[in-house]
């Protein structure tokens, strides 16, 4: 099983809708969590984090889920500007008590006016 | 602006070169990091460094060599050993060292071999 598992997509969504995506995680001892916003071929940027209670930050969303193992990012009335790859980002603890940042794959969203 | 540097933009290496990327930062950050992308796949961590004049390996950092002898600067050079180098490199750095959140990226160089 992969440390963090994303779908790929690519999610084609009309303008104005909402769209929800999940990323899940392999290692229950991860403490924190985060979205990546990446356009193509440029770098990645942080979008935000996520909170054990939800956290909220304009129209998008993002939710822990502890017992699941997994975190979701929801973008409500969607903007053409929201087309790039979303990236999930946990960190990890290994076995020898060291963190690190583990990057999914990434989940492609493209709005489509 | 305070920011962190990449270059170049595009690099081409032949068979059997060392090829050397640079990657500078102004922030003001100890730790810097070397990620590589690859299609498909999340990014993966060659090497990082905490400190000067000392750095770590990654997940991946076979046929790849760092130097961090300024604060600001965190060159990686992609050896002959390095058997897959076509990819692109992001260079990063934030306040604290991995597990930090806040990473700041480079604006990457697409490595290709001719």
């Known amino acids: 099983r992969k440390e963090v598992e994303q779908d790929p997509g690519p999610f084609n969504v009309p303008e104005g809708a909402t769209v929800a995506f999940n990323c899940t995680y392999s290692?229950?001892?991860?403490?924190?969590f985060f979205w990546y916003r990446q356009d193509c071929r440029k770098e990645p940027k942080l979008l935000m984090s996520v909170y054990s209670s939800g956290n909220e930050d304009g129209r998008f969303t993002a939710q822990l889920n502890r017992a699941s193992q997994y975190i979701s990012l929801l973008i409500r009335d969607s903007k053409l500007s929201d087309s790039a790859t979303y990236l999930c980002v946990v960190n990890l603890i290994s076995n020898f008590g060291n963190e690190k940042l583990t990057f999914g794959t990434g989940t492609r969203l493209t709005i489509i006016p | 602006d305070g920011g962190i540097t990449q270059s170049p933009k595009y690099l081409f290496r032949k068979e059997g070169q060392n090829v050397t990327l640079s990657c500078e930062q102004n922030?003001?950050?100890?730790?810097m990091y070397w990620y590589r992308q690859d299609p498909g796949q999340g990014l993966r961590l060659i090497y990082y460094s905490q400190i000067v004049n000392d750095f770590q390996k990654g997940d991946i950092a076979e046929g790849y060599s760092v130097s961090r002898e300024k604060k600001e600067s965190f060159p990686l050079t992609v050896t002959s050993a390095q058997k897959n180098p076509t990819a692109f490199y992001l260079c990063?750095?934030?306040?604290?060292?991995?597990?930090?959140?806040?990473?700041?990226f480079g604006s990457g160089t697409q490595l290709s071999v001719l």
């Open positions: 290692n229950s001892a991860s403490q924190s």
């Open positions: 922030l003001n950050h100890d730790a």
């Open positions: 990063a750095s934030s306040i604290q060292g991995p597990g930090d959140e806040k990473l700041f």
